[in-house]
Structure formats: C-alpha cells, structure tokens
C-alpha cells in the first residue's frame, strides 16, 4: 500500500513542549503509534466479515459452474453476502487510506497554525518516524493479507482458479466442439491440457475429483506411451523388502501395494534366505512370441505353409527379414498349429532389455508382408491370434515359456525355519503339498501350483513400471518343498516359465518407476550386455516370490494367518474414533 494513504492516521500535536508531552493525539485515535482496543476489535470484525463472505461467494459461483446455473441469478443468502462484502470492502479500504472513513481532526493547514518554533524540528523528525513506522505497517498489513489470501485459495477447488482463456476452452469441451482428446496437441501444454480436461470432466459428470491429485506429475512424458486423456494420477504407496541375497548380491526389492502384511511378509522371507546363505537363480529361456493367425481356402494350403515354416533350411531367410526391424529382436523359433484351414504361426524373438511386445510385432510384420509373395492367397486375419498368449493364462505359456524362464531355489537352515519361521521343516513340506500342489490340482489350476505369486509379482510390476496385465503369465508359478540334509533342512523352489519384464519402453521411463529400477541397479538398457538388465529384473522377481512364498506357507502353517492380518491389514482408525 501507498504509505501517503495514511494521512488520515497522522496525530495531532499540541505545542506543550516544557512538560515534555511533546505529542498527544487529539482524538485518541491513535497513541504513540498504537491502534486502541476497540478499533483493533472492529477491524478484525470487518477482516473475518470479508473473507468469510468472499469464500462463501467463491463456493456459490462454483456450485453454479457445477450445475450450470447463471451466475446473475442469486438466493437472498446470496444478496446479504454481497451487501456485507461490499461493507466490509469500503471499510477495510477505508481504514488503509480513505479520508471518507477516517477524516483527518486536522488539515495541514491547522497543524501549521499549532506547531511552532522548535516544535517544528521536532514534529519534522517524528513525521519521519512515523513515516516509517507507518510503512512498515502497510507492509506488515500486506504480507499478512496476501497470506491469508493464499491459505484460503489453497483450500478452494482447482475450479475456483480458472482464467479466462482456460474457460473457454472449457466450455467448448463441455459442448463438444473440442475433442477432449485433443487438447494436448491444440495447447502444447500436457498439463494444462489435463486440468482443463478434468475440470470439463466434473461439469459434464456433476462428479467431483476432489482426491485424485494433478500437481507433482510430469504429463509430458506419458505423452503418446503411457496414458492417454490424463485427468490426475493414482498414488499407490512403495514399500521395500530385504536385503535380498540372490547369486551372491543384495538387492532391496521396491513394492508397490495398499495391502498390508504384503511387504512384511516378503520381507521376512528375505530375512530367512538371507541368513541361510542367499538364493540361487537360472535363467532358463528368454524370448517374446507373437502369433498371428492367417487363412486360406483348404487345410492343405495351410499346412503347406506349417511345413515351409518350420522346414530348417529355411529359417535363416526368415530371421534375416524378421531381424530387420531392430537391432535387438533376433527370431529364434517359429511354432506353427492348424485348426482347419487356418494356421497360428507362433514366433518367438530376443528382445533386449526391453519387454519386447513392439519389437516382435514389427519382425512378424516383416515376415509376413515376405511370405505374401509366395502365398498369395494367404489372408492375414489378425497380427495376433492368441496363440502367442498375451494378457491371459494359456497352457502354452506354461509349457513352452514366455519372456523370461527362471527357477529360483534356496536351502533354509532348521533353526532360521523355527526361530524366524516359526514353523517347522515337516509342517511346510506337507502344507506344500496339500494346498499348492494337490489343491491347486483339485481346483483345476493352470500354472497356479503356489500360495500367492501374483501378489509380489503385481508389486514389483507396479514399482517398476511393467505392464500390470501381464501379472497374469508372469504369475505362472509352481512352488516346491523338500527336506533335504537328513529332513532337517528345507529346500524351497520357485520355477515361472513366463515372466514378461522390460527396463526400457513403457512405464519404466516414468521418474518414480526410474527410481525403483535405480534401487535395483538394472535402470535403462545394459550398453555392455544387451538384455542383461532386464534379465537380472526377472531374477530378482523371482528371488521375491521365493521370499513370499517362505514366509505366507510359514504364517499358514503356524496359524498367523489371520493374526497378522487382523493386526496389518486393518484400518484402526475409525475403531479408535469410535472408542
């Protein structure tokens, strides 16, 4: 504020300097510099009076936004509000530098007329005093004002804080005239592009996002990979188990997941192979597959084709044409099976660090755009006929392996089973036995011989930015138990056929999952060893299973089952609220 605006606040001063009353206000208005009681008392009336007015307003035009009403249409709730705003407005201003509210008890005139002699030098420096004094109220006046007024607009919607040019853009969404999916390349601003979406979404919806977060996330590097028409982004929390010892190094596994127990669990099972020696792992087969399915007029003609493919003299030229869409995918097999006339070609590549799915895409691509030369009358029905299989369980998968093929084992000492188990050698073999082979059998289970895979599985996949579908395969997984070393010892074994994992492409790019592969020390692609990054992600994806698989048998086995998840994977706050 204009500190010249304070006049108005100026004392008056008589001239009884030998009493050394030197200044005394005329009205008591203002004393030495300091605001009486009552005007302290109406000032902070008018303060709450205004903002409590302002924010209630803020909210009723919201509302209106929501539900399309006009804005000139107002309760009488409404119109009181206005009045008081007004009010308190021209009295806030008032008592910061308007004379109509706050008239001078003298004019320059009269002080002139009043203050003589040596009263002037003085009267002079004081003015300068309180010029300064005054200033630094105004500036105290302002800073505190423009934080109130920023407290309350954090806590208003993001709505609230529209311009006028996000408006429009706004209202053409809301009619239709913009696509939404558009936005990103009309704005060239990613997030902008979301927060206009999101606010169109909650007009057209009446539902509100209130919870979803928009701030923090860098929208620019979902943009055409990742997520498609962003409104905000979910927040899952990461927790860490180990250290794992597997071939001889420490890993600390991130896992992201809202279930509790989960990251205990795993992390006591890493504790139990850690201080038996570690795990051991083997890579068995690495390769992505594709399958698409092609038709023609008689079976014969097809299996004319099964034979060509699979005849080895041939399959040099096939991976020469398959090899030239990268650098990376190198055909290793082809497998062919007819179902009348049609025939599903099943090809499968190396894929480097990455989870391959593209790449294996554009070398079929290849190989079939070749084979049209030959095989005019071939009729490419889909790139993918299911026989690949992605994103389902498939015996396939769990026989013939896809993406990586690991077994992971580790020997457990008899005293780390009873003193950090809390079970025994025996009881685990035998529950093993029942529920993960046996049961699963009885069930009917494809690739589903083991106590909860898929929980660790889709925690890491999560943590570290791999596709979550494709937790289905992934979690193809036969867990086994033996006493070993005279029965004392526990051998435990993980072995999954289909674990699909990348460190490059896809959500591994993303800054959180970057960080998690990071803490793992196979972020991005392996310059010396190609793929070996992303073979050492499916190694470690095991190990953790492994560790899950240990300690849940263990908890099922010695009755904590429910115990710990009645203590860990239950809210206690709303129990504590009601006691």
Sequence with gaps: MDVRRRSSLKPSFKNHVSDNKMFEAKDKKVVDGFVPLSLGISNGVFFTIFFSVTYFLLIRWREKIRNSTPLHVVTMSEIAAIFLFVASFIYLVGFFGMSFVHPAPYSDDEEEEEIEGDVNEIVRKEDTRMTSCGAALDCESDMVIKHVIKKDLEHLPTETVVTEEDEEVIKAVVSGKTPSYSLESKLGDCKRAAFIRRVALERITGKSLDGLPLEGFDYESILGQCCEMPVGYVQIPVGIAGPML??????????????????????????????????????????????????????????????????????????????????????????????????????????????????????????????????????????????????????????????????????????????????????????????????????????????????????????????????????????????????????????????????????????????????????????????????????????????????????????????????????????????
């Design 246 to 579: 597997l071939d001889g190094q420490e890993f600390t596994v991130p896992m992201a997941t809202t279930e509790g127990c989960l990251v205990a669990s795993t992390n006591r099972g890493c504790k139990a192979i850690y201080v038996s020696g570690g795990a051991t792992s083997v890579l068995l087969k690495d390769g992505m597959t594709r399958a698409p399915v092609v038709r023609f007029g008689t079976a014969k003609r097809a299996a004319d084709l099964k034979f060509f493919l699979e005849e080895p003299l041939n399959f040099d030229t096939l991976a020469s044409v398959f090899n030239k869409s990268s650098r990376f995918g190198r055909l290793q097999r082809i497998q062919c099976a007819i179902a009348g006339k049609n025939l599903y070609i099943r090809f499968t590549c190396s894929t480097g660090d990455a989870m391959g799915m593209n790449m294996v895409s554009k070398g079929v691509q290849n190989v079939l755009d070749y084979l049209q030369a030959d095989y005019p009358d071939m009729d490419v029905i889909g790139i993918s006929g299911n026989y690949c299989s992605d994103k389902k369980p498939a015996a396939v998968n769990w026989i013939e392996g896809r993406g990586k093929s690991v077994v992971c084992e580790a020997i457990i000492k008899e005293e780390v089973v009873k003193k950090v188990l809390k079970t025994t050698v025996a009881s685990l073999v035998e529950l093993n036995m029942l529920k993960n082979l046996t049961g699963s059998a009885m069930a009917g289970a494809l690739g589903g011989f083991n106590a909860h895979a898929s929980n660790i599985v889709s925690a890491v996949f999560l943590a570290t930015g791999q596709d979550p579908a494709q937790n289905i395969e992934s979690s193809h997984c036969i867990t086994m138990m033996e006493a070993v070393n005279d029965r004392k010892d526990l051998h435990v074994s993980v072995t999954m056929p289909s674990i699909e994992v990348g460190t490059v492409g896809g959500g591994t790019q993303l800054a959180s999952q970057s960080a998690c592969l990071n803490l793992l020390g196979v972020k991005g692609a392996n310059k010396e060893l190609a793929g070996s990054n992303a073979r050492q992600l499916a190694k470690v994806v095991a190990a953790a299973v492994l560790a899950g698989e240990l300690s849940l048998m263990s908890a099922i086995s010695a009755g904590q089952l429910v115990k710990s998840h009645m203590k860990y994977n239950r809210s206690t706050r709303d129990l504590a609220s009601k006691a």
